[in-house]
């Protein structure tokens, strides 16, 4: 059953209206994609929401590489801008950190004012991702190996993001929809 609300239109005609989740995460970038995306949009029927999958835009892969990378980023704004909700694989991808686009997008998200959250399969603390060879104590905080900082604030991702979101859930997309 999804999960809709009544409102009045223009016309002051009573009409419902099914919240749209945003789909955000490196997911896309899968071997079985299209897959998965059908499989992330049917669990958001199942919990009463409108999927938006970024892969169900239609673009035209014939154009230069620029223009279809800029067709992609301008179809994946509209979608987020016609969500209620977006809710984000943050789990590492390729490297210590979620996807830059994922990330990108949350914070687009968040500056739209919508829903943001975010699942990650585990979800302790960021500075915990780096082993005893990979960061060096110093007086009250851990530097890498090139002398940088490593961000301490006791959040499984960077504070921007973990601030952003109002809840990382430990589980996967359908633990987030669980809790909504």
């Given amino acids: 059953m999804l999960k809709s609300f009544i409102f009045m239109n223009e016309y002051g005609k009573k009409r419902n209206y099914v919240k749209k989740i945003y789909i955000a995460g490196p997911d896309v970038f899968e071997a079985n994609s299209i897959e998965i995306g059908k499989e992330l949009v049917f669990l958001c029927e199942k919990y009463g929401y409108e999927g938006l999958y970024p892969l169900d835009n239609v673009v035209d892969f014939s154009q230069s590489k620029h223009k279809i990378a800029q067709d ?13 909700i977006v809710i984000a694989n943050l789990n590492p991808f390729r490297g210590k950190e979620a996807d830059s686009g994922t990330v990108w997008e949350c914070g687009y998200a968040y500056g739209l004012d919508k829903e943001v959250y975010g699942y990650m399969k585990e979800t302790k603390e960021y500075i915990d991702n780096f082993t005893d060879d990979e960061k ?40 987030v929809l669980k809790r909504l």
């Avoid at 992609?72 to 209620?84: E, G, L, S």
């Avoid at 940088?148 to 991702?157: K, N, Q, S, T």
């Fill in 72 to 84: 992609i980023f301008v179809a994946n704004i509209k979608m987020i801008q016609k969500a209620d």
């Fill in 136 to 175: 060096f104590a110093r007086e009250g905080y851990f530097v890498d190996d090139k002398e940088r900082l490593i961000e301490d604030f006791a959040h499984p991702v960077n504070l921007m993001i973990a601030c952003s979101v109002k809840e990382i859930v430990k589980g996967d997309f359908e633990d």
